[in-house]
């Protein structure tokens, strides 16, 4: 049977998605920036109809046209745009593969006919795309090449064994070649691709490079050209419909416990662990129940993720009855396989995760916390408090020889100072309405804010740290401002 | 002042395993320090959100901050919870808890069979008289000012004690690691002093 491809062009893909996204009125442009020079990356039809080219520089197409509204180009967002036409598009044939950064290329030998055959198709295909406000162009032909040349030059449809009519009179830059060739070609009087199809192919590959020859023949249909489909990545979501509603817990986590089952052989297949795994229950009434868990290290261990689900499903409100579940993990990280058993470091390291997730999904991730060191000489910022999850444990640096405290806690003022002689720490002091005297001071430790970071709690300035042992017992850490007098505590040591 | 000598002293002042300890005083935290270098295993600080005090990181004991987790629980009865829950992991050695209000005897009783069951020790820092009758022992620590500048003297008083006798000890711990130094405690003399010459 013979080969069919279908060619969809989306001439305007990125001011379409700009403008589905936030839509516009009147002329309009996409910018992007090359070099220090802005320039149209994309534009409407009415910016065209008011004589604006692609590619033009930003200050030419203002002064053609003032009331041109610009918005800058986001390239991402336009390949992201692509890709969900080309899953849609996958609706035609299973074959099919994006072209460039605006076109889709499908092979649909063989489909046409499911849909009325390769006219029905072609104007079922448009007036979807026209429906959604996507500019498109689209053509079949008997070649991937000859549908591209099509698509670029107005669309259409070849009839099977009618390659050579069909694009003959296109002009030979519609062949996927470069300018220079294309140039080369028109210069010694061959523009169109009719002129080139009866002549000798070895002069012309010997002038031209093989490259033409080559994009000549596949067009042809003489050399083969295949439309390879791109692996869709996998979806970590599985789900079950039931017959009968069920309300019971025990239901729920047993149809959980299925449902998990299949996920996880799935993130075996690939490879990988979920971190954030979401159990939506559909209720009879359409209401939908969602329950979230977060897990302390990629997993795939179905009842262990199960048993961090109970609390969850024990809250949901069953109503009439739940007659669907979708269970799907939200959040994946690469887990290579791991042998099995395992030493008591590795059970070990298993039994806290689980305790982490059990603990983070009650109170919050966040309020699960391990202390990392980190680098700076302000005594409050010289550790850091980070969710154990997504953290690893950190040796500290050097012991400092300045004393430091095993408790911190923010300043707090001290009220009262007896008999305060100036560069020494005060004989008694109230603090948390109780009198010390001071026995000892060793000190001071002079410490200075960054002064490239404006921390509000430093801007009464340096700060002279004391290790103050009292008469009482408590060994405290007091520091006095000079630049704003005044004596704190700020900590307290063994 | 009572003091046994059948077992070292180093055994006095290891906690007993998979039981829940309590430790009052304002150098209670120092005590907790004191413990959690002289075991193996995670360590777990559950202290609640809303209190500012904190591990300093750069003067904890030597191998303690790699192993050190810290929970912030908003509530008293999360963090009730949050204990229970740690006691009940195998994976846990000790587990460090500053509960607010005084705990009762149904709470004091459900976490000596979570530490049972999990075979972890477990030291609450409660505020002064505010712990339960289920505890396995309960001390009171208070810092001793020292007698020069490198002694850092601690006053680790048993004031109750389920399988023993209770006792206080003088020593001097410097806060770097699990070793300490016993301090014999002055005491006034009701015998004559030994004549000179």
Redesign the interface.
Known sequence: MARRLLSIWFPKLASDTSRRRRPVEGAFALVLRAGNLDHLHCLNKEAEIRGLRQGMSLADARAICPELQTRPADLPSEKAALESLRRWASRYSPMIATEGVDGLVADISGVAHLFGGEEDLRADLDARLARADVTAVTAVAGTRGAAHALVRHGGGIVPEGKLAEGIGHLPVSALRIDHATADGLARVGLPLIANLIDLPRAPLSRRFGPGLVLRLDQALGVQPESVSAEPEPPHFGVRMTLPEPIGLQSDVMAGLARLLDRLCSKLALHHMGARRVQLELRRVDRATAKVEIGLARPMRDSTRIAALFAKGVDQVDAGFGIDCLRLSATLVEPMPPEQTGGGPALK??D??A???S??GN??GFD???????ADSQI?EK??Q?VP?IYSA?????P??VA????????PEMVLDTVGQRPGTPPARFRWRAMWFST??A?GPERITPEWWFDDPAWRSGMRDYWRV???????LWLFHTPQSPGWHVA???? | MKTHFDAPLGDSLMLVPARVHEAQG??R??FA?FQAARTT??LVWIVA?HI?????????PSGV??????????GET?LL??VE??LR????GLVIAEPQQSLSLTAGRRLQLAAEAGQTRGLMLIRNEAGSNAAETRWVC?????VG?DS?L?RWALSKNKKGTTGSWVLN????SSAFNLVSEARERHEQAPSPG
């Open positions: 070990a390291d039994a806290l689980d305790l982490l059990s603990v009650r109170l309020r699960v916390l391990r202390m990392i060191p005594p010289s550790f408090l154990a444990a950190e040796p500290a640096g012991r400092r004393p430091r405290p095993i408790t911190i806690f923010p026995l000892r060793q042992e009292t008469q009482e017992g408590p060994r900590g307290e040591f063994v | 304002r150098a935290r120092a320090l295993g995670v959100a500012p005090e904190l591990p300093f990181l750069g003067a904890l901050n790699e192993r050190l987790h810290i929970f912030r629980p908003t999360d919870w949050a829950e740690t992991a195998p994976a846990v208070e810092a001793v000012p020292g500048q850092t601690q711990w410097n806060g770097t």
